[in-house]
Each structure stands twice: as structure tokens, then as C-alpha cells.
């Protein structure tokens, strides 16, 4: 293989990496703050793929955009409203069993809404305009994808470390009890962090779609699964593990693929999951297991 | 009118009865401590007054105003805060973002800063240690920010659970001062305390709760001085 081949494989890669980590965030924001693996975040993702067809259909990209990434944050924070807020005082086991509940509701209501047919993912000219340097060539969203991944996250430690808000969440996810008596409105403080982890899924469901050509049903199912693994192999509830996460799977599955060996490039994910957990269950940067006080 | 009231609280978890309809007030600038055994219901009733769990009979009340069925937000919004049993400091946060968080509720920036002088001017050790982790504290520094954070909310009235418990008796010494000062700035005390003897020499008034009632209750010198309570709680012989 050329260098050239290479370095245009990992420039794929680094783009699908940085989609991954921003939908790996969701998933390690809310285990930070519920100790909850919330199944239901891959299809949040799909489903802001839908949202995306249908608004796009009927305006400007721009506007497209704004609607399809409001709606998915309405329906996160909805889904924790109905389905994990009741047991939130349950054993933990309840509020996960739930949580793939709505993944199959999710799943299912797709299905009956849009039919299981794959839906063209419609084209923003811009996103698809293609770049050349040399022999290597991308389009915009490729180059566009790890550099707003990376924008995204800064921006988010700046809020969770330097805002209020962000004291807040942190406080919240060491002790719902001690945050409570601080005056912090816990409810509010678990509506943010649903809102973000869908904002930005949302943003990682455009930028995949823009490169994936359609939408299924279960699109949501293995994307989902491998930035769970990727906020596994960060560190669960460690912010920049899982985007680290989300790059490595990208730029690995990627580049599996690119060898000839795309049949493991999914299992993949999954042997380093295995892997991972034997040695170094806290992840890359995890902390070492500190109890809920 | 007593600025706090507590009429006939129940509390159940489960099954299993908690408080049996507990009453007793708190006047304004009073310190008052309720005392009692290990499971007499204590922690209990300072987390019912907070919100924390809910109550299965009776009244709150607070200047007049029902707290019961209020959110902790709600309560702790009134002036009303407790530092609880364990100090349960932030481990992740500093100690100048724990002392923050104190003043949540509070908007005005100026107000924040003056109360982090204030608390400071009682905790210097707190200034010294403000960019530390709190998880790395030591006891007595973790109790201390325990209290100096309840302080940051400029609280009417706060409610201390086992201020005292693991500390150092010259650390012991330290907290209970600290009481008094907090006390003579205005601020009414509801204290627990395993440590009977100090908390009752500190105290204007005290109730003693067993296993979910009061069984008694006077000034608070006037308790120690009670032969059934030197017997039960300060180990004292016949
Ligand atoms: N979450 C809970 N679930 C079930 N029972 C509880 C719970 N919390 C407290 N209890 C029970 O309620 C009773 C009162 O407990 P509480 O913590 O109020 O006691 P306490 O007076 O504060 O004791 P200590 O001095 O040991 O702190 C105890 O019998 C305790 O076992
Ligand atoms: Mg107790």
C-alpha cells in the first residue's frame, strides 16, 4: 500500500473517529452522572438521521439543520423524562432493563413510521465539496468532522470545568444527596446533561450520514455499540477518554478495512472491549472505582 | 412563633417506623440539640426537615411557612441548610469550588465574595488549602469545609449532624467555637451530636430522642446535670 492510500484511509478514519467520539460523549456524560449505560443513544442517533431527511425535504440546510439537532435534544430529554426519571430511586438494573426498552421502541417505531427500506441521506452540496492536496483528496466533511469534534469538546470542558452549571454537574455526579442541599436543582442539572449528550449526538449523526449515503431502522444499533466501547475503552464518565475512544475505533476500523480484513473490523470493537475490561477496567482514563458516598 | 416548629413527625422507611411523631421547636437565635443514642432517629429527622425523605405524618413548619413537600432546592433557597453527617465534601472539587457551590442559589457576586471572606475569616485553613481537592482534605479540614460551605449559603438557620464525629478533641474545640462565633453573628443552630457533653455545655436547649420519640427535654445545662442522662450518654456511673 502507498503512502498516499494510507494516509487517505486514516484521513477517513480520523473523520469517522471524530463522529464516534462525539456520540461516545453522550454515553459518558450520563454514566457520570446516573451510572447509567444508555442503550437508547445509538438510536437517538438514528433517529436524528430521520429527522434530518424530513426536515431537509422541506428547507434550506441551514434551517435543516437547527430543527433536526432541536428535536433530537427534545426527544433525549424526553426520553429520560418518561423512561429513567420514575426510577431514578430504582435499583440500577430497572433504569438500564429501560433503557433498552426504548432502544427497541426506537427501533420499532422507525420501523413502523419509515418503513425498514434504507432512505437516501440526502446531500448538502457543501459538505460533499471535495478537497485536493496532492494525490490525496477528501470532502469537507471529512476535514470538517475532527476539527468540530475537537471544538465541541473544548467548548464542553470549559463548560463542565470553568461554568456553574458545570460545578454542578460534576457535584451531581459524585452525590445527588450533598448536590441537592447546595440548592442545585438535580432534575435540571440531568435535563442538561441529556440535552448535551443529544445535541451532540445529533451533530455526529449529520456528520456520519453526510458520508454514509442512507438511513435504516438500525443504523443506530452498531455505531451505538462501538462509542459505547469507545467511552469504555476513555474511561466511562471521562470526557476526552471518549473522544480518544471514538478516534482510536474510527481510525482502527478504518484502516482493518483498507487492509482487507473488513469482516473483523467490527468484531474488532468488540475484542477490544474484552481486552480492555481484563486488563484495565477503569478504561484508558478512568479513576479508580470512587464509591457514591 | 418559633422559627422552627416540628409537629408530630413520622417518618418511615419501608416498613420500619423511624420517627413516631416527634414534635420540638427551635427559637430564633437559639442553639438547640437534639441527643440520643446510635439509631434514635437523629440523622433522620435533620434529612426530613431538608426534604431528603419524605415524611409519613406531621408538620414542618419554618417562620410560619410549611417545608414539607417543598423540593431540598426550595428549603435550602429559605435559609435553611444542613451540614451532613460525614461531611461529604466534593471529592472531585477544590475547596474554593466546594465553598462555591455553598452559594449556589445566591446571585450576587459581590454577596459570594463577602461570604467567602467571612468564611475564610473563620476557616483560614480554607484559605490555604482553597486550590486543593477536597478528596484529599484531612478530616478535621474536610468537616471544616463541611461547615464553611453550609456558611456560603448565609443560611437563617443550619442544622449540623455529628459536627464532631472522628475529629481531634482540639479540632472538636475548634468546630464548636467556630458554633458559638457563627451563633453570635445571628445565625440559629440545630445541632446532633454523639458528643453529649459538649453539646449540651453549648447549647441553650436540648431534646433527647429515643428510638423515635422525645423523651426529654430542658436547658441545656440543665441535662447535663440530669442523672439518667449522665448514665445514658455520658457514660458516667451511678
Ligand atoms: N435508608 C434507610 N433505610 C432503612 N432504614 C433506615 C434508613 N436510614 C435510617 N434507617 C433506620 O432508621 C433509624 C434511625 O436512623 P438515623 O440515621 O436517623 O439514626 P441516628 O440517630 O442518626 O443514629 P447515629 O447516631 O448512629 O447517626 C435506624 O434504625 C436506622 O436503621
Ligand atoms: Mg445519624
Redesign the pocket.
Known sequence: MSITTILQHSLTGISLGGAYGLIAIGYTLVYGILRLINFAHGDIFMMAGYFMIFSLASFPWPIAIGITLLITVLMGIAIERVAYKPLRSSPRMSIMISAIGVSYLLQNLATYLFTAIPRGYPEIPLLKRIFRVGELSASLVTLLTPVLTIVLVALLMILVNKTKTGMAMRAASKDFETAKLMGININRVITVTFAIGSLLAGIGSILYFTDRMSVTPFSGTLPGLKCFVAAVFGGIGNIPGAVIGGFFIGIVETLLVALGYSTFSDAFTFVLLIVMLLVKPTGLFGEKTMEKV | MSLLEIRDLKVC??G?V?LNGISFDVEEHEIVTLI??????????LRAIMGLIPIAGGTIMYRGEKLNGLDTQKIVGKGVVLVP?GRRVFPNLTTLENLRLGAYLQKDKAVIEANLERVYGLFPRLKERHWQHAGTLSGGEQQMLAVGRALMADPKLIMM??PSLGLAPLVVKEIFSIIRKVNEAGVTVLL?E?NANVALKTANRGYV?ETGTVSMTGPGRALLEDEQIRVAYLGKTR
Open positions: 422507611y419501608g420500619i423511624a440520643g443514642a446510635n439509631g434514635a432517629g437523629k440523622s433522620t429527622t453527617e449532624d455529628e446532633i454523639q430522642l
